[in-house]
């Protein structure tokens, strides 16, 4: 409760509703640079709930608090690559991470988008990679 008494306005109503991106849908000038501002375009925010879930995507979830990139474990072999720089979803380190600087669209993109969401913030944000479990025997496993 402290906590929550101690958040101003706008981060309270974000830890309370948090926003989600549906980063594999990125597409036009999202997460570029505005060409009149040179802000950083973001993408619109998706209702959080299950049925607006794919089960191939990758989400970027914002508490105010944390960002949460939730990886899906069907999400495209090029997604991962691009993002991660590694082969499969196997390979992906989940827990608080830092993304790697790749030379491709994708990658700049999403790290545009954090960084973007971070500057808005007071203090730092840490990036925290959940990663989707098949079943309760594999969450007990992710977790521990």
Known sequence: MAFVRTLPLT?????????VYALHLLGGNIGLPNPDTSVIILPQPIR??????ERHGLYLGDDGTTLYLYLTRI?????????FGV????EVRYGKISLPV????????VTSIVGKLR????????LVLVKEVCCSFCLAHFIN
């Open 102 to 109: 790749l030379e491709n669209s994708f990658s700049q993109r």
């Open 75 to 83: 999400a495209p072999g090029e997604l991962v690559r691009d993002l």
């Open 119 to 126: 500057e808005s913030r007071p203090g730092f944000l840490p």
């Open 11 to 19: 981060l309270s109503v974000i830890n309370y509703l948090p926003r």
């Open 48 to 53: 959080l709930a299950s049925e607006m879930l």
């Open 87 to 90: 082969n499969s979803y196997d």
